[in-house]
């Protein structure tokens, strides 16, 4: 069981240093919006890691705190309509993440990507696109494999 613990423990550091550099990639190319959205991103992350060991982070409010955090610096961030599209995409698997079914968890966590895509277009951003098609990619096979009857 300590093994286990310590693989998804790097794992999850590995995730938080990719979403470190990300975040500095995006805020460098002058879209803060998404920057802001990979940061909080983050804590998000952080926070739901440990929902089941703690109960005031296992309360349903956690996902709409988040969620309304997240709207509220992208239209602090406004540089136009697409700088609601991170906010959106990272509050999509922000409940995604929530849910404890599977299934529930990887439908919803296809919405964020595709929220992504045309937003890295916009901001010309060749990481960002790679990423969600891995993501999307990945999540599709993962359908194919143990959703499909």
């Known amino acids: 069981m300590y ?30 919006a998404g920057a802001i959205a990979n940061g909080l991103t983050i804590i998000r992350n952080l926070t739901f890691r440990h ?11 956690w996902p709409y705190v988040f969620s309304t955090v997240l709207v509220a610096t992208g239209i602090y961030f406004w540089q136009g309509w697409h700088s609601l599209l991170p906010a959106l995409a990272v509050t999509a698997s922000t409940f995604a993440l929530w849910a404890d079914d ?6 919803l966590s296809l919405i964020g990507p595709f929220l992504w895509l045309p937003y890295a277009f ?10 969600q098609v891995v993501i999307i990619s990945s ?5 194919f494999r143990f959703d499909r009857k």
């Open 3 to 32: 093994l286990f613990k310590s693989i998804i423990e790097n794992i999850l550091g590995l995730l938080v240093l990719g979403m470190v550099f990300l975040a500095t990639h995006q805020f460098l190319l002058g879209a803060f």
């Open 122 to 131: 916009i901001i010309e951003s060749i990481p960002t696109i790679l990423i």
């Open 102 to 107: 599977t299934k529930t968890i990887r439908i």
């Open 139 to 143: 999540i599709l096979i993962a359908m």
């Open 51 to 61: 929902k089941k060991d703690n109960q005031i982070l296992n309360h349903f409010i």
